[in-house]
């Protein structure tokens, strides 16, 4: 099982970005699908997680500014980052809890990481 995430890059205070992260190998079935990111210097933290039934969950710093999305089809997860800040700067993580065969069990899965720089 893979995890390629892109999207991520500079942008100034106030502005937007979409993080994407796709899933492939072999895959049986996904739970959660969800973005982590790390400061430097800090540890990684949980920035949302959308569930196989669509509920959606934030962490408190992004609450209101950024919007977790997926498509069930292509084991895709979104992040829509809008009023992004400095201290949105980060490496952002998809992670992906899934089964690769029927009887297997839930692992958790990485991706390699994107940055994201806020900077005027």
């Known amino acids: 099982v893979q995890l390629q995430a892109s999207g991520g890059g500079l942008v100034q205070p106030g502005g937007s970005l979409r993080l994407s992260c796709a899933a492939s190998?072999?895959?049986?079935?996904?739970?959660?699908m969800a973005w982590y990111r790390q400061a430097p210097g800090k540890e990684r933290e949980l920035v949302a997680t959308?569930?196989?039934?669509?509920?959606?969950m934030y962490g408190g710093s992004v609450k209101g500014r950024f919007t977790v999305s997926r498509v069930h089809a292509n084991y895709t997860v979104f992040l829509q980052m809008n009023s992004l800040k400095p201290e949105d700067t980060a490496v952002y993580y998809c992670n992906t809890r899934l089964r690769t065969g029927s009887s297997a069990s839930l692992n958790d899965y990485w991706g390699q990481g994107t940055l994201v720089t806020v900077s005027s």
């Open positions: 959308a569930t196989r039934a669509g509920t959606t």
């Open positions: 190998g072999s895959i049986f079935y996904i739970s959660t």
